[in-house]
Nanobody
């Protein structure tokens, strides 16, 4: 499984940005896929996850109501729509999956894409 994140950039606080994750080597319905971020000097944290199958979504409390994870099966793409961005959202964002059949959560990914930097200015 290979993943490639893109779409990062510089945005003002309150603005919006959409990240994309291209997935190859696996169907989006097979495994849970998630977005993670790591800010400078901080540990990596899970941001959003979309489960295999029905595509149930899960979010970190810090982004609920502002971020939306979605998938396009025809394009084998995962998206993260981010709105009402805050300076504390500044981080390198990566998409990842465990690649396991039927996985629901994004607790222990084994496959990681190269991250994309999101910078939110105040």
């Amino acid at each position: 499984v290979q993943l490639q994140a893109s779409g990062g950039g510089l945005v003002q606080a309150g603005g919006s940005l959409t990240l994309s994750c291209a997935v190859t080597g696996s169907s989006l319905h097979r495994s849970a896929i998630g977005w993670f971020r790591q800010a400078p000097g901080k540990e990596r944290e899970g941001v959003a996850c979309i489960s295999s199958g029905a595509g149930n979504t899960y979010y970190a409390e810090s982004v609920k109501g502002r971020f939306t994870i979605s998938r396009d099966s025809a394009k084998n793409m995962i998206y993260l729509q981010m709105s009402s961005l805050r300076p504390e959202d500044t981080a390198v964002y990566s998409c990842a999956t465990d690649g396991k059949l039927g996985s629901v959560f994004c607790d222990e990914p084994d496959y990681w894409g190269q991250g994309t930097l999101v910078t939110v200015s105040s």
